[in-house]
T-cell receptor, first 116, second 113 residues
Framework: KAGVTQTPRYLIKTRGQQVTLSCSPISGHRSVSWYQQTPGQGLQFLFEYFSETQRNKGNFPGRFSGRQFSNSRSEMNVSTLELGDSALYLCASSLDTASSGANVLTFGAGSRLTVL | AQTVTQSQPEMSVQEAETVTLSCTYD???????LFWYKQPPSRQMILVIRQEAYKQQNATENRFSVNFQKAAKSFSLKISDSQLGDTAMYFC??????????WGAGTKLIIKP
């Protein structure tokens, strides 16, 4: 069974540009969550999608957005990049985080974004 | 607001020893889930163990077990017979009622040969 796949693994952008990261969940998983990991702030929740709907959103500015497609694949977009957006972006999938028996998150290897 | 605290930034033990990583959390919720994840240098976050707060019994997974003290809001991880492959960052996490994980700052665990 294939795991959670994130692309690209590494990317370098300059300030002001935008970036799109992709996440393919485990087959059958309908929930996709995104987390940002930085040395200073640690791991922070960005948002969660379930059945193409954003179910929850963390405390990030509107420059951070995402979506989920009918096949459960998800993308996140960051516009007008700032130096502070440099981070490891982790995607995780689960059957359904709202279901007590199915809320285990399986993570991808992450996308390392560097903003210059 | 919910918080998770891991008070040990780094720990180091010899191979085959037992090590305990500490985690405390703060919440007003009565039913929730707690997790330990490990993140090796490859950076893939891997689930170690999961605990449901309404279950009295401590979760175990092979060499990994937890000591869950609900009243004290404590959730420590014990690794028995530690192996070189256990070297990683270990994160304690709390799943809140919005189904998002609140993370601790992590403990860097080094297993020495």
């Amino acid at each position: 069974k294939a795991g959670v796949t994130q692309t690209p693994r590494y990317l370098i952008k300059t300030r002001g540009q935008q970036v799109t990261l992709s996440c393919s969940p485990i087959s059958g998983h309908r929930s996709v969550s995104w987390y940002q990991q930085t040395p200073g702030q640690g791991l922070q929740f960005l948002f969660e999608y379930f059945s193409e709907t954003q179910r929850n959103k963390g405390n990030f500015p509107g420059r951070f957005s995402g979506r989920q497609f009918s096949n459960s694949r998800s993308e996140m977009n960051v516009s007008t990049l700032e130096l502070g957006d440099s981070a490891l972006y982790l995607c995780a999938s689960s059957l359904d985080t709202a279901s007590s028996g199915a809320n285990v998150l399986t993570f991808g290897a992450g996308s390392r974004l560097t903003v210059l | 607001a919910q918080t998770v605290t891991q008070s040990q930034p780094e720990m180091s033990v010899q191979e085959a020893e037992t090590v305990t990583l500490s985690c405390t959390y703060d919440t007003s919720e009565s039913n929730y889930y707690l997790f330990w994840y490990k993140q090796p240098p490859s950076r893939q976050m891997i689930l170690v163990i999961r605990q449901e707060a309404y279950k009295q019994q401590n979760a175990t997974e092979n060499r990994f077990s937890v000591n869950f003290q609900k009243a004290a809001k404590s959730f420590s991880l014990k690794i028995s017979d530690s192996q070189l492959g256990d070297t990683a960052m270990y994160f304690c996490a709390f799943m809140d009622s919005n189904y998002q994980l609140i993370w601790g700052a992590g403990t860097k665990l080094i297993i020495k040969p």
